[in-house]
């Protein structure tokens, strides 16, 4: 069974530094997709960023990027340039075949004034 | 936006009553997703529908029902409500890449 492991139950940055929020997570699976979604006190899951397995590139988007590492399992985001929008709470969530999501518990983020 | 619409927003329902929750997915998606959100916890998967059949389901009992209609917009059902059944719903259309998730619907169970 997949497990999505988000070891950082909150963190706090500075306004424009940065921060990089873990995961890690298990499958079997060779074809997958890792996603980072942001939950504010709205309570919509708003998606940040995507990466599909067979790709080797990061991606990036805008302030936003991972370091994908497929062999160690690891999925980590990268938020440069911080903003005090960015304060929520930020999942990891894995997609195998059965297009079903596995979440991770969560990172709190909190971005200082 | 996502275009996922979720009603109601909230809902407070007694132990023992049963409750429907609705979904309007994004236009040209045909799967939806359901999953139950515990305060401070990740969001858990309770089943799928594709194209108004059931394709996947999570560790959820069978009082946990739903429905998916022709227009793909679709329904939890929760029977014989539990105080733990108190979370937030969330649902989710995909049409072929990453879901979209509505809102949520807060249900409180006293």
């Known amino acids: 069974a997949q497990t999505v492991t988000q070891s950082q139950p909150e963190m706090s940055v500075q306004e424009a530094e940065t921060v990089t929020l873990s995961c890690t997570y298990d499958?079997?699976?060779?074809?997958?997709?890792l996603f980072w979604y942001k939950q504010p006190p709205s309570r919509q899951m708003i998606l940040v960023i995507r990466q599909e397995a067979y790709k080797q590139q990061n991606a990036t988007e805008n302030r936003f990027s991972v370091n994908f590492q497929k062999a160690a399992k690891s999925f980590s985001l990268k938020i440069s340039d911080s903003q005090l929008g960015d304060t929520a709470m930020y999942f990891c969530?894995?997609?195998?075949?059965?297009?079903?999501?596995?979440f991770g518990t969560g990172t709190r983020l909190k971005v200082l004034a | 936006e996502t275009g996922v619409t979720q009603s109601p927003t909230h809902l407070i329902k007694t132990r023992g009553q049963q409750v429907t929750l609705r979904c309007s997915s994004q236009s040209g998606h045909n799967t939806v997703s359901w999953y139950q959100q515990a305060l401070g916890q990740g969001p858990q998967f309770i089943f799928q529908?594709?194209?108004?059949?059931?394709?996947g389901r999570g560790n959820f009992p069978p009082r946990f029902s739903g429905l998916q209609f022709p227009n793909y917009s679709s329904e939890l059902n929760v029977n014989a409500l539990e105080l733990d059944d108190s979370a937030l719903y969330l649902c989710?259309?995909?049409?072929?890449?990453?879901?979209?998730f509505g809102q949520g619907t807060r249900l409180t169970v006293v």
């Open positions: 989710a259309s995909r049409g072929g890449g990453e879901a979209f």
């Open positions: 529908y594709y194209r108004e059949e059931e394709n």
């Open positions: 499958t079997s699976e060779n074809n997958y997709y």
């Open positions: 969530a894995f997609m195998g075949g059965t297009y079903k999501y596995i």
